[in-house]
T-cell receptor
């Protein structure tokens, strides 16, 4: 079974440009999470989808970030316009909805560099 | 919200020695504590987890302990091997389908052959 996939693996853009990250969760996983890790810091929660609905977006830094999950399958995270402090590794994770203790399976991450 | 503190941030041990990573959490309602290992260039992967109804859990060379009263939990790796070198993240969450996981800062473990 394929794991969580993310595209692109790396992205280098200039300040002010737009970037869209994509995440394909494990098939059948209704929970989808976005995280970001800035170098040397914690893996920080950004937001959580249950199917196509945003369950919790309390970690989104500001309104330059827009996440979508149309149809409840893959998700995109758009940063527009990008700023220097947006640099970091963006992880996506997915898990099953049913059950009490559900392992979150991570994707390989997208390394975003804003110059 | 939940806050997870993790230390040390870096740890070097000789092959065969033990390594211990400690974490504290702030939300007394947290009841699920996973540990993730991220090898260089790879994705974080769950290596072990502990639920609040137990105090210790072992899986071969790794073990986790949990002290709910003190709100701290630890990862113990015995007989370390070079392939244990990685960044380890502790995390805390409330169990349930709508888990929001809060991670620690990560510990970079280097096992010296």
């Amino acid at each position: 079974e394929a794991g969580v996939t993310q595209f692109p693996s790396h992205s280098v853009i200039e300040k002010g440009q737009t970037v869209t990250l994509r995440c394909d969760p494990i098939s059948g996983h209704d929970n989808l999470y976005w995280y970001r890790r800035v170098m040397g810091k914690e893996i920080k929660f950004l937001l959580h989808f249950v199917k196509e609905s945003k369950q919790d977006e309390s970690g989104m830094p500001n309104n330059r970030f827009l996440a979508e999950r149309t149809g409840g399958t893959y998700s995109t995270l758009k940063v527009q316009p990008a700023e220097l402090e947006d640099s970091g590794v963006y992880f996506c994770a997915s898990s099953e909805l049913a059950g009490v203790y559900n392992e979150q399976f991570f994707g390989p991450g997208t390394r975003l560099t804003v110059l | 919200g939940e806050n997870v503190e993790q230390h040390p941030s870096t740890l070097s041990v000789q092959e065969g020695d033990s390594a211990v990573i400690k974490c504290t959490y702030s939300d007394s309602a947290s009841n699920y504590f996973p540990w993730y290992k991220q090898e260089l260039g790879k994705r974080p992967q769950l290596i072990i987890d502990i639920r609040s109804n137990v105090g210790e859990k072992k899986d071969q060379r790794i073990a986790v302990t949990l002290n709910k009263t003190a709100k701290h939990f630890s990862l113990h790796i015995t007989e370390t091997q070079p392939e244990d070198s990685a960044v380890y993240f502790c995390a805390a969450s409330r169990a349930g389908g709508y888990q929001k996981v809060t991670f620690g800062i990560g510990t970079k473990l280097q096992v010296i052959p």
